[in-house]
């Protein structure tokens, strides 16, 4: 029998995150989306959860090859066409995993033997449950085929055979599980989590589940929310070219709240959520950028430039170092995040001239 090959990988907190299609969020994160964490992505329908998380996915596969990147999938919804072709996910990957995971122990069960996996090899994890709302409860399962064994197609099948709160309660216990198994590792586990509305007696509100747990256990929640389209044409025969939606940092551990972040979807290219758009208009909003109509200035003095013309590297990369410094003089913590990756880099780089000359 041979021993599992350990990787040399070595996980700092600081140094390693997981580029996402928001650029204001990877600036704020100092790269990315933070290792040891859950995350939640929660909003009505057509907002972009997916896209988001699957493009975050094709990230970390190119970030990090030799990592797991697993989905768990409750809706029976996962395209490979649309896997390869739209995010460009590796699936033909050994490191690749797909599961199909009716329930929140079946989730628990894959996710947990891919962490004890990713611990014996020393390797990073990404994973994305597909969607929390979609799971069920070992027990409702059994009942409902029990009754439909009996009775055949009249058998009424019972919604909450386990009582309405168990799902909150089952889903609190295994995250608080998982959390052990992911504490300050090289692990993100991001759970897509469709909202729903609920009716009160005075109003209605969208809102969305997965009880105590996702108040408590989840890190990282943002809500997305789709705001209009963009259309080629007008009528019927208009054409949908993509769309913006709005994104909300609910809650966070690791970088500051911020609301209506942009994000524009490019339904031509399969859904490829184009960040150069989001950076230029929040540049804008934050006063890094000076706007004359549809002329632009990065720094005053300099030469003006229209709206799309931002969007080319070399503007984008000096878009970005004035938004760092914008946040780092707005917020604490984020000039802190960004010392302290300076000082890690610089120790690496004074480590490996020392053992190049000895």
Same mark, same amino acid.
Request: charge should be neutral.
């Given at each position: 029998m041979t021993e599992e090959v350990k990787t040399d990988f070595k996980y700092n907190q600081y140094l390693h995150t997981v580029e996402c299609p928001i650029e204001t969020l990877n600036l704020l994160g100092g790269g990315g989306l933070r290792f040891g964490t859950l995350i939640e992505g929660a909003g009505p329908p057509s907002g972009g959860k997916s896209?988001?998380?699957y493009q975050t996915a094709r990230n970390f596969q190119r970030?990090?090859?030799?990592?797991?990147?697993?989905? /768990?999938? &409750? @809706?029976?919804?996962?395209?490979?066409?649309?896997?390869?072709?739209?995010?460009?996910?590796?699936?033909?990957?050994?490191?690749?995993?797909?599961?199909?995971?009716?329930?929140?122990?079946?989730?628990?069960?894959?996710?947990?033997? /891919?962490? &004890? @996996?990713?611990?014996?090899k020393n390797i990073p994890y990404f994973g994305i449950i597909d969607s929390w709302t979609a799971l069920n409860i070992d027990k409702d399962i059994a009942v409902n085929a029990e009754q439909i064994e009996k009775k055949g197609t009249d058998a009424e099948i019972t919604r909450f055979a386990s009582g309405m709160m168990q799902k909150a309660q089952i889903g609190r216990y295994w995250?608080?599980?998982?959390?052990?198994?992911?504490?300050?590792?090289p692990y993100i586990l991001t759970m897509i989590n469709q909202a729903t509305t609920e009716v009160g007696r005075f109003q209605s509100k969208v809102t969305s589940g997965g009880g105590y747990g996702f108040k408590h256990n989840i890190q990282f929640s943002l809500w997305f929310e789709k705001k209009a389209k963009e259309l080629n044409g007008e009528g019927v025969g208009a054409v949908i070219d993509g769309s913006k939606s709005l994104v909300w940092v609910e809650k966070s551990k690791f970088m500051p709240q911020l609301d209506e972040i942009p994000m524009y979807i490019n339904t031509k290219k399969g859904g490829i959520i184009e960040s150069h758009r989001e950076l230029v208009e929040v540049a804008v909003a934050k006063g890094c950028l000076h706007k004359s109509g549809a002329w632009n200035q990065i720094n005053e003095g300099d030469k003006s430039v229209r709206w799309e013309e931002l969007y080319a590297d070399e503007y984008q990369a000096e878009i970005k170092k004035k938004m760092i410094a914008k946040f780092r003089s707005e917020y604490m913590l984020v000039d802190a995040l960004y010392e302290e990756i300076?000082?890690?880099?610089t120790a690496e780089a004074q480590s490996k001239v020392l053992s190049s000359t000895t």
């Open positions: 896209t988001f998380f970030q990090y090859p030799f990592g797991i990147l697993q989905i /768990c999938d &409750a @809706e029976n919804s996962v395209d490979d066409l649309r896997l390869t072709k739209a995010f460009g996910i590796d699936i033909n990957s050994p490191n690749y995993r797909i599961n199909y995971t009716p329930s929140i122990e079946s989730m628990y069960a894959n996710v947990s033997t /891919c962490l &004890a @996996e990713c611990t014996k995250l608080n599980m998982l959390m052990m198994q992911m504490y300050r590792k300076d000082r890690l880099k």
